[in-house]
């Protein structure tokens, strides 16, 4: 059985910073992409953030405009998702996942998800 667990969200005001973290469980980690998403309310869910493997290769959305910074450790099996410059909008439920290519919503395992939330 293959879990992802995210942790790190919370309140923060805008402007400061926030590092979310996602511990994975199973064979998957050194396999697949991985990847972070969000959904904020009345939205559907878009892609953040994704690393390859090896962590050679990382990939943004647009919004992120240098303000997040994705990672990952093998030996932990842990992603992380370093977040500076928080703006208000970027308040949402943010989802850890694995899967060939996460920037191309290709997914194959999701997280419960942490909420965050930007706000003075």
């Known amino acids: 059985q293959v879990h992802l667990v995210e942790s790190g969200g919370g309140l923060v005001q805008p402007g400061g910073s926030l590092r979310l973290s996602c511990a994975a469980t199973g064979s998957i980690f050194s396999t697949y992409r991985m990847g972070w998403f969000r959904q904020a309310p009345g939205k559907v869910r878009e892609f953040v953030s994704s690393?390859?493997?090896?962590?050679?290769?990382?990939y943004y959305a647009d919004f992120v405009e240098g303000r997040f910074t994705v990672s990952r450790d093998n030996a932990k099996t842990t992603v992380y998702l370093q977040m500076n410059s928080l703006k208000p909008e970027d308040t949402a439920v943010y989802y850890c996942?694995?899967?060939?290519?996460?920037?191309?919503?290709?997914?194959?395992?999701w997280g419960q998800g942490t909420q965050v939330t930007v706000s003075s």
């Open positions: 690393i390859s493997w090896r962590g050679g290769s990382t």
């Open positions: 996942a694995a899967g060939g290519a996460p920037e191309k919503y290709e997914v194959t395992y």
